[in-house]
């Protein structure tokens, strides 16, 4: 089973999205674990602080290194072969070729921070720094989520059909999905392409071959 721990002080963050549709049903298979470690409980401090003000002066705090660390030695001990990520916005970008990566391991960690970020030197502690674009979250949480998500998908026996996984967005590097149609035919005067009423399946795939290309042209 593919285990995945995640470093928070927000462990209720997750609640609500992994107890709907494809993660829920992915958890109750038992194809996935998901595990919540609070960082605060390594605070040894009698305040459980996890932040402090940065050397140097500056707004904010900063995550201390000392309760995090202690937080990912813990989860390296109930999975010494986790692959521990730490969310970050100065991070290598998560991409799907990252996510299909991330399933071949045997689980993996994430580490939300907060605040302005973390201690520095927590860096050496963990084997990877993803983001999840170019721009700033006020917490790792959703950022995790996604790339949990984005993981949890691609796990064999999860998607209905793995037919979709492979036909994603992506899947072909820097190709998006194409345009899809269902009923009716007609919707305020919008109609449905004719080829994908023709029934010939050489013509509507060369059809969805081009329209994916264009769109990555345009969009990307
Ligand atoms: N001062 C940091 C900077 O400018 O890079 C931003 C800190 S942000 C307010 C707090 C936390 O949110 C980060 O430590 C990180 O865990 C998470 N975060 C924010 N944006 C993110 C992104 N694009 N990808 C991954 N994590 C992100």
Redesign the pocket.
Known sequence: MFHAQILTLFPEFFDSPLSCSIPKRAIAAGIVQVETIQIRDFATDKHHSVDDAPYGGGPGMLMKPEPVVASIRAAREQHPDTHVVM?????SRFTQAKALEFIEKPGVTLL???????DERICNYVDEQ????D??????EP?AICVLDALIRLLPGVLGSPESAVLDSFSEEGILDWPHYTRPENFEDKRVPAVLLSGNHAAIESWRRAQAKARSKNRR
Do not use: D, M, N, Q
């Open positions: 969310l970050t916005p100065s991070g939300c921070g907060r605040y302005e970020g973390f993803i983001s999840l674009g721009y700033v979250l006020s917490g790792g950022a």
